[in-house]
């Protein structure tokens, strides 16, 4: 069993989501206390088929802004401008 914000990160998604596909009743769960609902693996593998496959399934780091330093701007003198 993992908790929703163990299940958002294997489906890289986040905690919200898959809170909102429990309430939606998309995403099957078991609830232990007021404020704690588990996961089975089953629950998360079938999510990912059957919903993310819909937006193009999970891609690793799909989404995320490169980490390079952003590139110098040339000035007048350098575009060849007199």
């Keep these: 069993m993992y908790t929703t914000a163990q299940a ?3 489906l890289g998604v986040s905690p ?3 809170k909102n596909a429990i309430q939606r009743g ?3 769960y078991e609830h232990i206390n007021p404020r704690l ?3 089975t ?3 998360i593998e079938t999510y990912r088929r059957e919903r993310l496959g819909q937006r193009g399934g999970y891609r690793p780091g ?3 802004r490169p980490t390079h330093e952003p590139e110098a ?3 007048k003198e350098g575009q060849g401008a007199e």
């Design 73 to 75: 701007t040339i000035g």
């Design 62 to 64: 799909a989404g995320r």
């Design 41 to 43: 693996l089953e629950a």
């Design 26 to 28: 998309v995403m099957a």
């Design 8 to 10: 958002a990160e294997m």
């Design 37 to 39: 609902n588990m996961v």
């Design 16 to 18: 919200n989501t898959i």
